[in-house]
């Protein structure tokens, strides 16, 4: 009997024992859901307070962008990302699609003047590795040309292109086009990548004709200054009264710093010359070298009294090769055998005499160009100052006339010869000299001589054998002009000065020297003599001196006349 009561009390320990037991694992099971439900309920929480942070930051970020907009774009609010398409055009308008001018039209921002643009490149994948001075160079400022685009694209010129991607693009380039207000500008200090800028006559000129083309400027863009062949690039290094400004109906102050790089130019540069100092120099076959010198106002009197006369000379070594020589006054500043005013063309050394007789001198600056004709060439070149003699060039002291005295005309050489040694010269003129057969020559040369007389077949001239290579090769092989005609040498000179539509000229509305272009589209601006460049420049407005109406600068001179009777 207590054998069986103490086993029934071991099976009830044992029980509770194990009633205990399961009672404490559950607790343990029910704690440990709660902690992790505890986790759970506090890691939802902390996501749910970061997203709500991340909201409340992304809307304060919106609203400080709006606010900036609305700043920037003084009350107008316009952003768009289009792929950007390059065409051909000049300056800094952009092409935009349909549907940016109904976006800024509601807006009312055609109401607020000139429409400025800040454009920022979008990097994409494959390429964001850009250094940083690329991706400084990523955003810039433009206007606007038209509303022609396709639709989620917009066109850039070249120099828009040039400034966003300076050495390379991706193959579809998003970039952000934000409406911006921007400043008139006041100063602007300009640096060119070479030396030589400074050489173009009145280039303060040529650079605001270039301007002319452009709505805005951007410090660190590079802008392009095209003057006739010649190409220069200038670097927007600090503009007043901020980074980005207009440059929209606005005076500017403008200062060049020099070129400090220390690149080479790939344009010819102007070395200076002094009066009586030679400068020696080598060339090659086909390349040119260029020198400058001025006639400055006492030395114009002195030719115009003709007391000296300017001498232009080279020496030139003539063993392994030759030289031409070219001359032309500003502006036209680097002469070719295409465009010149005064050449020489002798084998070796060349002298150019320029004295009052010449209509083309005068008081200005001049440049020569020394060019290799065949070989490699050294050469000395100088301009010196020559008195003039008061013999005149030609006169003998005590010639007198074949008349004053009894003189017999030679059968042979046609000279007057005093009758009484006509025979005894007869004689001797006709064993000894023959005269040049070719119509027009008639110049007597020894019968030695006469073996190396030769005539031009082309144009009849007179030379030596030596000398007909270089002349054929010079006046009568055919030249290229850029514009695409083909002629010689002495019809390629005037058709540069004055019928080819790439000649330089000088604009009688802007002053700037400039392409002609072809004629006058407008018949009436044909028959007023105006070039392409004329008619577009002439179109401008100005005000009127004596009634203050905006005119057009080609119809001032009518305008004078036909209103106040000024002749």
Same mark, same amino acid.
């Given at each position: 009997?207590?054998?069986?009561?103490?086993?029934?009390?071991?099976?009830?320990?044992?029980?509770?024992?194990?009633?205990?037991?399961?009672?404490?694992?559950?607790?343990?099971?029910?704690?440990?859901?709660?902690?992790?439900?505890?986790?759970?309920?506090?890691?939802?929480?902390a996501?749910?307070?970061?997203?709500? *942070?991340?909201?409340?930051? @992304?809307? /304060?970020?919106?609203?400080?962008?709006?606010?900036?907009? +609305?700043?920037? $774009?003084?009350? =107008?609010?316009?952003?768009?990302i289009?792929?950007?398409?390059?065409?051909?055009?000049s300056?800094?308008?952009?092409?935009?699609?349909?549907?940016?001018?109904t976006?800024?039209?509601?807006?009312?921002?055609?109401?607020?003047?000139?429409?400025?643009?800040?454009?920022?490149?979008?990097?994409?994948?494959?390429?964001?590795?850009?250094?940083?001075?690329?991706?400084?160079?990523?955003?810039?400022?433009?206007?606007?040309?038209?509303?022609?685009?396709?639709?989620?694209?917009?066109g850039?010129?070249?120099?828009?292109?040039?400034?966003?991607f300076?050495?390379?693009?991706?193959?579809?380039?998003?970039?952000?086009?934000?409406?911006v207000?921007?400043?008139?500008?006041?100063?602007?200090?300009?640096q060119?990548?070479?030396?030589?800028?400074?050489? *173009?006559?009145?280039?303060? @000129?040529? /650079?605001?004709?270039?301007?002319?083309?452009?709505?805005? +400027?951007?410090? $660190?863009?590079? =802008?392009?200054?095209?003057?006739?062949?010649?190409?220069?690039?200038?670097?927007?290094?600090?503009?007043?009264?901020?980074?980005?400004?207009?440059?929209?109906?606005t005076?500017?102050?403008?200062?060049?710093?020099?070129?400090?790089?220390?690149?080479?130019?790939?344009?010819?540069?102007?070395?200076?010359?002094?009066?009586?100092?030679?400068?020696?120099?080598?060339?090659?076959?086909?390349?040119y070298?260029?020198?400058?010198?001025?006639?400055?106002?006492?030395?114009?009197d002195?030719?115009?009294a003709?007391?000296?006369?300017?001498?232009?000379?080279?020496?030139?070594?003539?063993?392994?090769?030759?030289?031409?020589?070219?001359?032309?006054?500003?502006?036209?500043?680097?002469?070719?055998?295409?465009?010149?005013?005064?050449?020489?063309h002798?084998?070796?050394?060349?002298?150019?005499? /320029?004295?009052?007789?010449d209509?083309?001198l005068?008081?200005?600056?001049?440049?020569?160009?020394?060019?290799?004709?065949?070989?490699?060439?050294?050469?000395?070149?100088?301009?010196?100052?020559?008195?003039?003699?008061?013999?005149?060039v030609?006169?003998?002291?005590?010639s007198?006339?074949?008349?004053?005295?009894?003189?017999?005309?030679?059968?042979?050489?046609?000279?007057?010869?005093?009758?009484?040694?006509?025979?005894?010269?007869?004689?001797f003129?006709s064993?000894?000299n023959?005269?040049?057969?070719?119509?027009g020559c008639g110049?007597?040369?020894?019968?030695?001589?006469?073996?190396?007389?030769?005539?031009?077949?082309?144009?009849?001239q007179?030379?030596?054998?030596?000398?007909m290579?270089?002349?054929?090769?010079?006046?009568?092989?055919?030249?290229?002009c850029?514009?695409?005609?083909?002629?010689?040498?002495?019809?390629?000179?005037?058709?540069?000065?004055?019928?080819?539509?790439?000649r330089?000229?000088?604009?009688?509305f802007?002053?700037?020297m400039?392409?002609?272009?072809?004629?006058?589209?407008?018949?009436?601006?044909?028959?007023?003599?105006?070039?392409?460049?004329?008619?577009?420049?002439?179109?401008?407005?100005?005000?009127?001196?004596?009634?203050?109406?905006?005119?057009?600068?080609?119809?001032?001179?009518?305008?004078q006349?036909?209103?106040?009777?000024?002749?």
């Amino acid at each position: 009997m207590d054998f069986e009561l103490r086993r029934a009390r071991e099976k009830l320990e044992k029980e509770q024992k194990e009633r205990k037991e399961r009672a404490r694992v559950k607790l343990d099971r029910d704690r440990k859901a709660k902690e992790e439900a505890r986790k759970q309920r506090e890691a939802i929480e902390a996501v749910h307070r970061s997203r709500r *942070l991340d909201a409340i930051e @992304a809307q /304060l970020k919106v609203d400080e962008q709006m606010q900036e907009n +609305l700043l920037v $774009g003084r009350g =107008i609010v316009f952003s768009r990302i289009l792929e950007a398409v390059s065409f051909q055009g000049s300056g800094d308008k952009i092409k935009l699609p349909p549907s940016c001018f109904t976006g800024l039209s509601d807006q009312g921002a055609f109401d607020k003047g000139p429409l400025y643009f800040e454009l920022s490149v979008v990097h994409q994948e494959g390429f964001s590795e850009m250094n940083d001075t690329d991706s400084k160079q990523s955003t810039t400022h433009s206007g606007v040309l038209e509303f022609t685009a396709e639709e989620g694209s917009v066109g850039l010129p070249p120099h828009v292109w040039s400034n966003l991607f300076p050495i390379d693009s991706p193959k579809a380039p998003l970039i952000e086009v934000r409406y911006v207000w921007l400043p008139k500008g006041t100063y602007a200090k300009l640096q060119p990548d070479v030396v030589g800028f400074s050489d *173009l006559p009145n280039h303060k @000129a040529v /650079l605001e004709t270039s301007l002319r083309q452009h709505a805005t +400027l951007s410090q $660190g863009d590079v =802008i392009t200054v095209n003057h006739g062949i010649l190409t220069y690039k200038l670097q927007v290094l600090e503009l007043r009264p901020s980074s980005s400004v207009s440059v929209l109906e606005t005076d500017i102050e403008v200062d060049v710093v020099g070129q400090d790089s220390g690149l080479a130019s790939s344009q010819p540069v102007l070395k200076p010359l002094i009066f009586g100092k030679a400068e020696s120099g080598m060339v090659e076959e086909g390349n040119y070298n260029y020198f400058k010198f001025s006639i400055d106002n006492d030395i114009w009197d002195r030719i115009a009294a003709e007391d000296i006369r300017i001498e232009v000379k080279i020496e030139a070594e003539t063993d392994n090769g030759d030289t031409d020589l070219y001359m032309s006054k500003h502006p036209l500043m680097f002469p070719t055998r295409h465009q010149h005013e005064w050449s020489s063309h002798d084998i070796g050394s060349k002298v150019l005499i /320029l004295g009052s007789k010449d209509k083309n001198l005068g008081m200005g600056a001049y440049s020569i160009g020394v060019r290799g004709f065949k070989g490699t060439t050294k050469y000395n070149v100088a301009v010196s100052i020559q008195e003039n003699s008061n013999q005149k060039v030609g006169q003998q002291a005590g010639s007198s006339s074949p008349m004053d005295i009894d003189t017999v005309e030679c059968r042979n050489c046609k000279h007057f010869i005093p009758s009484r040694s006509i025979a005894l010269h007869e004689a001797f003129c006709s064993r000894h000299n023959i005269v040049c057969s070719h119509p027009g020559c008639g110049i007597v040369l020894r019968i030695e001589e006469s073996k190396n007389h030769l005539h031009c077949d082309k144009c009849g001239q007179a030379f030596q054998q030596g000398e007909m290579e270089k002349h054929m090769k010079v006046f009568h092989e055919p030249l290229q002009c850029p514009c695409g005609v083909v002629l010689e040498k002495e019809q390629m000179v005037q058709h540069q000065a004055s019928i080819c539509p790439l000649r330089l000229i000088t604009c009688r509305f802007c002053g700037d020297m400039v392409q002609a272009g072809t004629s006058a589209m407008d018949v009436r601006d044909r028959l007023r003599g105006l070039t392409e460049h004329e008619s577009q420049c002439g179109s401008r407005t100005a005000p009127c001196d004596s009634c203050g109406r905006s005119v057009m600068l080609k119809e001032m001179d009518i305008h004078q006349i036909a209103v106040h009777q000024k002749s």
